[in-house]
């Protein structure tokens, strides 16, 4: 195969896009794997699939944790024209049996070790989901091994469903997200010409590959730049303080509580990361010491904003520009609007919701008419997120829609309640709800977590050090002490559980 240039119409050959048979693709578990065997073994793994007999349109779930089989699975289906349903290997049978019927899967690829956790034989658990069960186990991998090599890809039109890709849930149910090979190949394209990506760089993937921001920016983004993905199977500091040395990462992507650990680190033993030029985060409200920290220790902070119906990037700080607290601006080929409820613009440094629109924009939700309906109303995404921008078309996320507290008629948005949360010298994390109160409608309860957990902070200290900094219908009402913050796989703070609890 010789190099091209040409646009990819499918995932499952994004890789071609830049191809250097020596090259390395991927860094995993000290083994170096280069695009010529990332050829080979996605090539391998689509005969398998299309063997078992997975054709157009079929859904195959994909249970893996971080791996590069989940990327050689990913690809091999999707070159069949199925249609891949990533999972979150930590889910319960209750769980995937909502996915399985919801998407009306007809395959679960599953790797051993999520299969052992459901205490399920293949047949059973074939039987609960109403699938046909593949384990990778020993058999599958030489069975996968023993296929052909032929090189087809059935996708010719970038239009085609490439992914399901399910919601977080952290404002209700999941629903499944269609997304078209066109949207994750035009995202991953978006974001390598905004931050200038090419084959000299080494993307770290920590953040788990089933979900989007991981596996559009940490996989697909490299793998079209004939860049290195650099891929951790899962958090721990050591690991990726080493692999960040070690590959001479360029580009990291994680969540804020990931980047706070490392940097808290470099401060501590003096670890400095001479090639890494950019430090992408999102996901989660991020503090503004974060954002000083990073640009005292000279790496450039990119905060980002992107949700799975976005395949995920929409706004994007540009590397080197990043300004605090903002989540950048529109990625190339990406509008922004900042509307008011009757979608009217707003002006310049007023709050409304924000919407956005381009070719990284979802297909709609399966078997959800009114809902992709109303989510795409005059063909803009409307992301249920409160935003300003300034005259420079940096945005700023001011909170969720839903999650806005109205306090005696008066609106309150709990990140700036947070953001005064992380200023205090003794508090960590914190997270702010509204609950239901009589006398004023809603009122504010914050939860906090403390840097030490063996001290101990009067929950009255801590009001009364807020009251010198917000007026006083922000203030919560009360402020509970947890050991930690419930979240999900991708590190978003799971406010709905919060919500719960009361």
Known sequence: MTQGTAAPVSVGSIYKTVYAPDRAAIYFDGETITYEQVDDRVRAFANFFKALGVGKGDRVMLDFGNCPEFLYAYLGVVRCAGIIVPVNPMLTIGELEYIAKDCEARYLFIAEGPMASHKYTKEGLAGALGVQVVVYD???????????????????????????????GTTGGPKAAMLSHGNLISNAGQAE???????????MCVLPMFHVFAFTLCVLLPLKAGGTIALIESFTPKAVISVLLEKEVSIFMGV???????????????????????????????????FNTLVELNIPPSEGFGLTEGSPAVL???AGKGRAMSCGMPISGVECRIVDENDQDLPVGEVGELLFRGPNMMKGYYNRPEETAEAMRGGWLHTGDLAKRDEDDYYYIVDRKKDIIIVSGLNVYPREIEEVLFKHPKIKEAAVIGVPDNLRGEAVVAYVVLKDPEETVHHRDILRWMKEQLALYK????????????????????????????
Do not use: C
């Not at 023993?146 to 996708?155: G, H, K, P, T």
């Open 475 to 502: 203030i919560p009402r009360r402020i509970e002490i947890i050991d930690a913050l419930p979240r999900n796989s991708s590190g978003k703070i799971l406010k709905r559980l919060l919500k719960e609890q009361g």
């Open 193 to 203: 010409a905004f931050w200038y990506v090419d084959d000299k760089d080494s993307i």
């Open 316 to 318: 994007l700080n540009p």
């Open 256 to 290: 804020p509580a990931m980047l706070m650990v490392i940097t808290e680190a470099m401060k501590k033993d003096g670890i400095r990361f001479p090639k890494l030029r950019i430090a992408a985060y999102g996901g989660a409200s991020t503090p503004l010491a974060l």
């Open 138 to 168: 020993t058999e599958t991998a030489q069975a996968i091994d023993a296929s052909a090599r032929d090189d087809f890809d059935l996708i010719t039109d970038s239009d085609e469903l490439s992914t399901f890709l399910y919601t977080s």
